[in-house]
C-alpha cells in the first residue's frame, strides 16, 4: 500500500523568492518518485522523477527535489519563483520494480505574487 | 514525436447516454493508464492496459465502466449509463518499459472533460 501527503493545498511566494512545496510518502517497498505540473485545462507534465541513484534529482524549469528515505520525503524546490511558475504541482509515487499504477497526493496550487 | 492524444477533448452528455473516450499512446508505447480527477481532487488511478490485455483494474468502478486496448487503435474507456458524478476529468498515460523490462515513467495527455448534464 503507498500514499501521498502534499502539505498545503495552496501556496504563494513572490516573484524571486524560494518555492518549496511539500510531499510525504509512505510505501510498502522502495518506490519511484515523481512530480508533475498542471496548467490550466491541461494535462499533467512531468517535473521530474526519481527512481534509483543520487538522492537529489534535478528536473525541467529549474526545480529539483531531494529524496530523503530517512524523512519519507520528497519536496520541490525552486530557488526563485517565476509568474509562468503558476499552476498545480501533485506528486505521485509508484512501487518500483514492477508493473504498477501511481498514487497521486491530492495537489499544491502555487500562485506567485508580483 | 506526438505525445499522448485523446479525444474528445470536452464531451457533454445527457444522464443515461453512453460516453466513449479516446486514447493514442506515445509511440514505441505499448503500457495505457486511465485516470479521474474529479473538481478540486488529484488523479485517481482506474486502469492499466497493455496491448489486448487489462492488467490492473482495481480503481475501477464496479458498473457502467470498461476499458479495452485492441491490438490495433486506440485505449478506448466506456461509460455506459452516465451519471452526474461521472462528471469529471479523464486523463490517459502511457509508458515505454525500462532497461529493466518494466513499465517506466507515465507521460500524460490533455485529458477528456467530461460533463453530465
Known amino acids: 500500500a503507498q500514499s501521498v501527503t502534499q502539505l498545503g493545498s495552496h501556496v504563494s511566494v513572490s516573484e524571486g523568492a524560494l518555492v518549496l512545496l511539500r510531499c510525504n510518502y509512505s510505501?510498502?517497498?522502495?518506490?519511484?518518485l515523481f512530480w508533475y505540473v498542471q496548467y490550466p485545462n491541461q494535462g499533467l507534465q512531468l517535473l521530474l522523477k526519481y527512481t534509483t541513484g543520487a538522492t537529489l534529482v534535478k528536473g525541467i524549469n529549474g526545480f529539483e527535489a531531494e529524496f530523503k528515505k530517512s524523512e519519507t520525503s520528497f519536496h520541490l524546490t525552486k530557488p526563485s519563483a517565476h509568474m509562468s511558475d503558476a499552476a498545480e504541482y501533485f506528486c505521485a509515487v509508484s512501487p518500483s520494480g514492477s508493473a504498477r499504477q501511481l498514487t497521486f497526493g491530492s495537489g499544491t496550487q502555487l500562485t506567485v505574487l508580483p | 514525436n506526438a505525445g499522448v492524444m485523446q479525444n474528445p477533448r470536452h464531451l457533454v452528455r445527457r444522464r443515461g447516454q453512453e460516453a466513449r473516450l479516446r486514447c493514442s499512446p506515445m509511440k514505441g508505447h505499448s503500457h495505457v493508464y486511465w485516470y479521474r480527477q474529479l473538481p478540486e481532487e488529484g488523479l485517481k488511478f482506474m486502469v492499466y492496459l497493455q496491448k489486448e490485455n487489462i492488467i490492473d483494474e482495481s480503481g475501477m468502478p464496479k458498473e457502467r465502466f470498461s476499458a479495452e486496448f485492441p491490438k490495433e487503435g486506440p485505449s478506448i474507456l466506456r461509460i455506459q449509463q452516465v451519471v452526474r458524478g461521472d462528471s469529471a476529468a479523464y486523463f490517459c498515460a502511457s509508458s515505454p518499459l525500462n532497461a529493466g523490462e518494466f513499465p517506466d515513467t507515465q507521460y500524460f495527455g490533455p485529458g477528456t472533460r467530461l460533463t453530465v448534464l
Open positions: 510505501s510498502s517497498v522502495p518506490p519511484y
